[in-house]
């Protein structure tokens, strides 16, 4: 029997979870928590085998750095990452953490269930690509990813000098990059974008 721990701070998604988990013949419920930084005391002294560990989670805790923390401690938990944010980082950090799985929950092509047992029976299963998100007149796959990394760093309210220094690059780099994507989106300020790609979840400012 795998005993699973869940990690999500919102209540319907953890109710629908431990149902999923208590239908099955193959999995136990562990534990249900709403606080990512709770899931490694509870990984130390309770018997986990998999955690489903949601990305944003109560008071802003980080669910990709609790599962770097949990891989630290425990190599053999396997975890999967489940999200309904498109940012495009997420991807490339869960991998950075060792994390087995990815799973977008509104939008998956499997269901939960079936990522579980691909999971669990040693695969790593991980979507092709974030969603596309639509940010004024583009789709956020016409960004590069150099334009990617700089739209993070706008979002994160820097300035072209820090966003240079940051990203080893020139400022009149950075200004390319920033009007390069200003007229893909057709937008007339930088400010626009920054607010639209935060609301539009494809960038999560501090994570």
Known sequence: MTNVLIVDDAATIRILFERIINESK???LAGSLENANAALP???RTNVNLVIMDVYTKNRE???????NIKKEFPDIKIIIATSLPEASFLEKAKEAGCE?????ELGE???LD???RTMNGEHVYPDSSPAITIGNAKSVEF???EMKVLRELCNGKLNKDIAEDLCMSENTVKFHINNMLQKAGYSNRYQLAID???????????
């Open 144 to 146: 590069t990813p150099m």
């Open 110 to 112: 499997f269901g939960l």
């Open 101 to 105: 799985s990815f799973w977008y929950k």
């Open 26 to 28: 193959d999995y136990n």
């Open 62 to 68: 980080n669910g990709l750095e609790a599962a770097k």
């Open 197 to 207: 790609a935060v609301e539009q979840k494809l960038i999560v400012p501090g994570f």
């Open 42 to 44: 509870f990984c130390m």
């Open 115 to 117: 990522i579980m047992n």
